[in-house]
């Protein structure tokens, strides 16, 4: 799952491409799947995230890249990934659960007090930035490098999603099943480094079947859930925000999460029963 947040990856018969253009006979948009993070090494980016870019008036992310980095918005975002004063992870998780991930806070050196007020969402994210620093990656994915292009060359920018309604997303997440979800993601930050080149590899090349083995199959297996959360319903929220772009005079290049465009649940399938013409770039 911890993968799945990073790539946001999945499979279909006709994943063999990053980016995809997509027209309805008289207009185009390109639907680019992202990396959120990358290492040095994963540049130059395949081609063809430069051709839809170049072919692009406006750049359309999952959220508003730009404000992440605003103080007040960290704060919120803080407040809101913190439990009150009178309640921690220790009264929201299992024995089990609360005594693995002490564990494994031991084996990175960083003591459990330190994340013991946060929700379930954010002691994930957090472990798994920190995994993925120890292997290389810079916060710097497929989003942040065209969203400063995109703000440099004077392009329009838009999102699919509110800095806000991020934030309650991953407030939520393991809402619920908090035990479930941190031994489940536990597990999957274990095995991230013996596949971590593999899953690279799979997204640039946009091999289907390696990326639903990889990430897909375990998660809809251990967490249909947080599967449909993750993926489903948010796909379904911004098919009508992508269907408007047809209507108007720009040509965009949406910019999201790989898993969000392919698979039986992904924006391509849904944008294809609508009768669009989806071909790769």
Not at 208 to 225: H, N
């Amino acid at each position: 799952m911890l993968v799945i947040m990073l790539f946001q990856l999945t499979a279909s018969v006709l994943a063999d491409a990053p980016v995809w253009r997509v027209t309805d006979g008289m207009s185009v948009i390109y639907l680019g799947g992202t990396v959120h993070l990358l290492r040095p090494e994963d540049f130059p980016l395949p081609e063809e995230f430069e051709l839809a870019y170049e072919a692009s008036s406006e750049l359309v992310f999952e959220t508003d890249i730009s404000s992440i980095n605003d103080l007040n918005i960290q704060a919120q975002m803080l407040q809101k990934l913190t439990y009150d004063i009178d309640r921690s992870l220790r009264d929201v998780v299992d024995t089990e659960a609360y005594t693995a991930l002490d564990a494994y806070m031991a084996e990175v050196g960083m003591p459990l007090i330190m994340l013991e007020r946060f929700k379930p969402g954010m002691i994930v994210s957090t472990l798994q930035m920190l995994e993925f620093q120890r292997m290389g990656f810079a916060p710097q994915g497929v989003d942040v490098v065209f969203n400063i292009r995109a703000l440099a060359d004077g392009k329009a920018i838009g999102a699919l999603e509110t800095i806000d309604e991020q934030i309650a997303f991953l407030a939520l997440m393991g809402e619920g099943s908090e035990s479930e979800f941190i031994i489940m993601s536990l597990e999957d930050l274990k095995r991230t480094s013996d596949s971590i080149d593999k899953m690279i590899d799979a997204w640039r090349t946009g091999d289907s079947e390696v990326l639903r083995t990889l990430l897909i199959d375990g998660m809809l297996e251990r967490a249909p859930g947080l599967y449909d959360s993750l993926l489903r319903q948010r796909n379904l929220r911004w098919i009508p925000q992508i269907e408007f772009m047809f209507d108007d005079p720009e040509t965009e290049f949406v910019l999201v999460g790989a898993a969000h465009l392919v698979g039986e649940d992904g924006i391509l399938e849904y944008l294809r029963a609508k009768g669009y013409e989806i071909s790769k770039l």
